[in-house]
């Protein structure tokens, strides 16, 4: 299976920083996924990653917002820039290895 | 509408009962998969199917392709088997999540 770490598990923001979250992998995959799960909701995709291209991004969700970076086969970062108390969500990533999707622990985001 | 429906949206349950999740899609799927959300928001995967049934532990995931229709059937529950336990859908590179189940297992 894909070990997937997230950086930090859990952080509080002020209004209107920016926070930078860190999603690891064990193998080398192509295609990694960022996710959003307001309370109480299911998962929306942010952005698709793939390495060597620029992000795709979701309907609803812009670069601005959510800069990605994906410099390797292994590493990503999604930014949740100026926040506010309607980005507080927990951010996943996710990949796709072997056809199988795998899911990080999540980071917990809670913006005041 | 989404086209990822789960049922129930909550479920209690007593300590050694067999429970049943109920998952429908609207379109064809590539697979299917369960996974489980605990309380700290992780996610892991429990089951990929495109056919059949699958096994592991307790835990049992059955998909019927023709009706568009999968459970997942956790037997003799246990409380640490409280979670939110989502089905999730891919169309192609698309996944498409149902709103999820909340099971609560009470000793």
């Known amino acids: 299976s894909a070990v997937i770490s997230q950086k930090p598990s859990r952080d509080i923001c002020q209004r209107g920083t920016s926070l930078t979250i860190q999603c690891q992998v064990d193998s080398q995959v192509t295609m990694m996924f960022w996710y959003r799960q307001q309370p109480g909701q299911s998962l929306t995709l942010i952005a698709t990653?793939?390495?060597?291209?620029?992000?795709?991004?979701e309907s609803g969700f812009v670069i601005d917002k959510f800069p990605i970076s994906r410099p390797n086969l292994t590493f990503s970062t999604l930014t949740v820039s100026n926040m506010s108390p309607e980005d507080s969500s927990i951010y996943l990533c996710?990949?796709?290895?072997?056809?199988?999707?795998?899911f990080g622990p999540g980071t917990r985001l809670t913006v005041t | 509408k989404n086209e990822v429906e789960q049922s129930p949206q909550n479920l209690t349950a007593q300590e050694g009962e067999f429970i049943t999740i109920n998952c429908s899609y609207s379109?064809?799927?590539?697979?299917l998969h369960w996974l489980q959300q605990h309380p700290g928001g992780g996610i892991v995967s429990l089951f990929m199917l495109s056919s059949g049934k699958k096994k592991h532990g307790r835990l049992i995931a059955t998909i019927n392709i023709q009706e568009k229709h999968s459970s997942l059937h956790i037997t003799a529950s246990h409380p640490r088997d409280s979670a939110v336990y989502i089905c999730?859908?891919?169309?192609?590179?698309?996944?498409?999540f149902g709103a999820g189940t909340r099971l609560t297992v009470k000793p």
């Open positions: 999730a859908a891919r169309f192609n590179n698309d996944m498409r």
């Open positions: 990653a793939n390495q060597g291209s620029e992000a795709t991004y």
């Open positions: 996710s990949v796709v290895w072997r056809d199988e999707q795998y």
């Open positions: 379109v064809g799927i590539s697979a």
